[in-house]
Protein backbone atom coordinates (compact mmCIF):
# COMPACT_ATOMS: atom_id res chain seq x y z
CA UNK A 1 0.00 0.00 0.00
CA UNK A 2 2.48 2.86 1.08
CA UNK A 3 4.78 1.82 -1.95
CA UNK A 4 2.24 2.19 -4.30
CA UNK A 5 1.03 5.80 -2.71
CA UNK A 6 4.52 6.75 -2.95
CA UNK A 7 4.95 5.59 -6.94
CA UNK A 8 1.91 7.30 -7.42
CA UNK A 9 3.39 10.57 -6.10
CA UNK A 10 6.93 9.82 -8.40
CA UNK A 11 4.22 9.42 -11.10
CA UNK A 12 2.57 12.59 -10.18
CA UNK A 13 5.59 14.85 -10.40
CA UNK A 14 6.64 13.16 -13.47
CA UNK A 15 2.88 14.13 -15.09
CA UNK A 16 3.21 18.15 -13.69
CA UNK A 17 6.53 18.24 -15.34
CA UNK A 18 5.50 16.40 -18.72
CA UNK A 19 2.96 19.72 -18.82
CA UNK A 20 5.67 21.60 -18.51
CA UNK A 21 7.12 19.96 -21.34
CA UNK A 22 4.76 20.81 -23.57
CA UNK A 23 3.55 23.81 -22.81
CA UNK A 24 7.55 25.43 -22.75
CA UNK A 25 8.14 28.29 -23.53
CA UNK A 26 11.86 28.29 -23.73
CA UNK A 27 13.73 25.09 -24.93
CA UNK A 28 16.01 24.72 -21.51
CA UNK A 29 12.42 25.04 -19.61
CA UNK A 30 11.61 21.83 -21.74
CA UNK A 31 15.12 20.34 -20.96
CA UNK A 32 15.00 20.95 -17.19
CA UNK A 33 11.10 18.91 -17.40
CA UNK A 34 12.63 16.23 -18.98
CA UNK A 35 15.42 16.37 -15.66
CA UNK A 36 12.49 16.28 -12.66
CA UNK A 37 11.00 13.62 -15.13
CA UNK A 38 13.87 11.14 -14.87
CA UNK A 39 14.70 12.03 -11.34
CA UNK A 40 10.88 11.33 -10.37
CA UNK A 41 11.63 8.08 -12.28
CA UNK A 42 15.05 7.24 -10.20
CA UNK A 43 12.39 7.65 -7.22
CA UNK A 44 10.02 5.26 -8.42
CA UNK A 45 12.90 2.99 -8.99
CA UNK A 46 14.06 2.76 -5.83
CA UNK A 47 10.67 2.96 -4.11
CA UNK A 48 9.59 -0.72 -6.39
CA UNK A 49 13.20 -1.91 -5.69
CA UNK A 50 12.87 -1.42 -1.62
CA UNK A 51 9.21 -3.15 -2.13
CA UNK A 52 10.30 -5.95 -3.97
CA UNK A 53 13.38 -6.21 -1.72
CA UNK A 54 15.35 -6.57 -5.33
CA UNK A 55 18.61 -4.91 -5.20
CA UNK A 56 19.34 -5.56 -9.44
CA UNK A 57 17.70 -2.53 -9.92
CA UNK A 58 19.75 -0.55 -7.88
CA UNK A 59 22.52 -0.14 -10.54
CA UNK A 60 19.90 1.30 -12.84
CA UNK A 61 19.71 4.54 -10.82
CA UNK A 62 23.43 4.95 -11.11
CA UNK A 63 23.42 4.70 -15.23
CA UNK A 64 20.22 7.35 -15.19
CA UNK A 65 21.85 9.69 -12.86
CA UNK A 66 24.58 9.89 -15.16
CA UNK A 67 22.49 9.71 -18.72
CA UNK A 68 20.13 12.73 -17.06
CA UNK A 69 23.55 14.90 -16.76
CA UNK A 70 25.63 14.24 -19.88
CA UNK A 71 21.47 15.11 -21.67
CA UNK A 72 21.65 17.98 -19.61
CA UNK A 73 25.00 19.45 -20.66
CA UNK A 74 24.55 18.68 -24.18
CA UNK A 75 21.14 20.50 -24.54
CA UNK A 76 22.73 23.32 -22.90
CA UNK A 77 25.35 23.25 -25.42
CA UNK A 78 23.17 23.54 -27.91
CA UNK A 79 21.23 26.18 -26.83
CA UNK A 80 23.82 28.52 -26.15
CA UNK A 81 25.03 27.56 -30.17
CA UNK A 82 21.98 27.74 -31.43
CA UNK A 83 21.39 31.61 -30.13
CA UNK A 84 25.09 32.35 -31.13
CA UNK A 85 24.44 31.57 -35.14
CA UNK A 86 23.22 34.33 -37.38
CA UNK B 1 8.54 -1.84 4.28
CA UNK B 2 9.13 -1.06 7.84
CA UNK B 3 8.19 2.03 9.73
CA UNK B 4 11.44 4.03 9.31
CA UNK B 5 11.88 3.18 5.94
CA UNK B 6 7.91 3.83 4.75
CA UNK B 7 8.45 7.50 6.07
CA UNK B 8 10.95 8.31 4.32
CA UNK B 9 10.11 7.18 1.10
CA UNK B 10 6.47 8.78 1.39
CA UNK B 11 8.63 12.07 2.15
CA UNK B 12 10.39 11.61 -0.60
CA UNK B 13 7.28 11.07 -2.99
CA UNK B 14 5.59 14.03 -1.23
CA UNK B 15 8.86 16.08 -1.71
CA UNK B 16 9.06 15.42 -5.81
CA UNK B 17 5.18 16.05 -5.89
CA UNK B 18 6.47 19.44 -4.53
CA UNK B 19 9.21 20.30 -7.28
CA UNK B 20 6.72 19.11 -9.90
CA UNK B 21 4.36 21.85 -8.52
CA UNK B 22 6.92 24.10 -8.55
CA UNK B 23 8.06 23.51 -12.20
CA UNK B 24 4.57 24.16 -12.69
CA UNK B 25 3.43 27.08 -11.06
CA UNK B 26 6.38 29.17 -11.09
CA UNK B 27 6.25 31.99 -13.58
CA UNK B 28 9.87 32.42 -14.70
CA UNK B 29 12.56 30.20 -15.88
CA UNK B 30 14.82 30.92 -13.04
CA UNK B 31 12.51 30.18 -10.52
CA UNK B 32 11.29 26.86 -12.00
CA UNK B 33 15.05 25.48 -12.56
CA UNK B 34 15.27 26.67 -8.76
CA UNK B 35 11.87 24.34 -7.75
CA UNK B 36 13.57 21.58 -10.13
CA UNK B 37 17.17 21.93 -9.07
CA UNK B 38 16.50 22.03 -5.17
CA UNK B 39 13.97 20.10 -4.57
CA UNK B 40 14.10 17.16 -7.04
CA UNK B 41 17.83 16.05 -5.83
CA UNK B 42 16.47 16.14 -1.96
CA UNK B 43 13.41 14.21 -2.81
CA UNK B 44 15.57 11.01 -4.41
CA UNK B 45 17.97 11.45 -1.40
CA UNK B 46 15.54 11.26 0.92
CA UNK B 47 13.58 8.27 -1.01
CA UNK B 48 16.89 6.66 -1.51
CA UNK B 49 17.89 6.66 2.24
CA UNK B 50 14.65 5.32 3.26
CA UNK B 51 15.17 2.30 0.35
CA UNK B 52 18.79 1.58 1.85
CA UNK B 53 16.78 0.30 5.28
CA UNK B 54 15.43 -2.46 3.15
CA UNK B 55 18.83 -3.66 1.48
CA UNK B 56 22.09 -4.52 3.22
CA UNK B 57 25.33 -2.65 2.77
CA UNK B 58 26.09 -3.71 -0.67
CA UNK B 59 22.60 -2.26 -2.16
CA UNK B 60 22.71 0.83 0.25
CA UNK B 61 26.52 1.25 -1.41
CA UNK B 62 24.57 1.40 -5.11
CA UNK B 63 22.08 3.85 -3.64
CA UNK B 64 25.27 6.01 -1.92
CA UNK B 65 26.67 6.20 -5.61
CA UNK B 66 23.60 6.92 -7.55
CA UNK B 67 23.05 9.78 -4.73
CA UNK B 68 26.60 11.31 -5.25
CA UNK B 69 26.23 10.82 -8.97
CA UNK B 70 23.09 12.56 -8.89
CA UNK B 71 23.89 15.59 -5.79
CA UNK B 72 27.87 15.95 -7.89
CA UNK B 73 26.33 16.31 -11.47
CA UNK B 74 22.50 18.22 -11.23
CA UNK B 75 23.80 21.44 -9.95
CA UNK B 76 26.33 21.57 -12.62
CA UNK B 77 23.41 20.55 -15.08
CA UNK B 78 20.84 23.72 -13.69
CA UNK B 79 23.76 25.83 -13.58
CA UNK B 80 24.60 25.33 -17.57
CA UNK B 81 20.92 25.76 -18.43
CA UNK B 82 20.48 29.17 -16.27
CA UNK B 83 23.56 30.35 -18.25
CA UNK B 84 22.48 29.18 -21.50
CA UNK B 85 19.40 30.90 -20.28
CA UNK B 86 20.99 34.13 -19.40
CA UNK B 87 22.92 34.08 -22.68
CA UNK B 88 20.16 33.25 -24.96
CA UNK B 89 17.33 36.07 -23.29
CA UNK B 90 19.58 38.62 -21.22
CA UNK B 91 17.76 40.67 -18.84
CA UNK B 92 14.26 39.34 -20.01
CA UNK B 93 13.12 37.44 -16.54
CA UNK B 94 15.38 39.78 -14.10
CA UNK B 95 14.79 43.33 -12.27
CA UNK B 96 18.08 44.17 -11.53
CA UNK B 97 21.01 41.85 -13.64
CA UNK B 98 24.37 42.61 -12.45
CA UNK B 99 25.78 39.92 -14.70
CA UNK B 100 25.32 41.51 -18.05
CA UNK B 101 26.67 44.94 -16.79
CA UNK B 102 29.83 42.98 -15.83
CA UNK B 103 29.86 41.10 -19.17
CA UNK B 104 29.69 44.57 -21.00
CA UNK B 105 32.65 45.74 -18.86
CA UNK B 106 34.52 43.01 -19.13
CA UNK B 107 34.25 42.93 -22.76
CA UNK B 108 34.69 46.42 -23.25
CA UNK B 109 38.44 46.15 -21.64
CA UNK B 110 39.45 43.09 -23.57
CA UNK B 111 38.03 44.74 -26.76
CA UNK B 112 41.79 45.93 -28.13
CA UNK B 113 43.29 42.27 -27.73
Do not use: C, Q, W
Amino acid sequence: MIPAIAIGGFLLAGLFAGVRLLRGPTLADRVVALDVTLISMMGGVATYAADRGDDSYLSLLVVIAIVGFTATVAASRFIEHEAEKP
Amino acid sequence: MNAVASVLVLAGAALAVLAGVGLLRFSTPYARFHAAGKASPVAFLVTATGAAFEFGLSGAGTLAVASAAMVLTLPVGIHLLFRAVHRTSPGEHLLVDDLIAAEHRDRGSSDGG
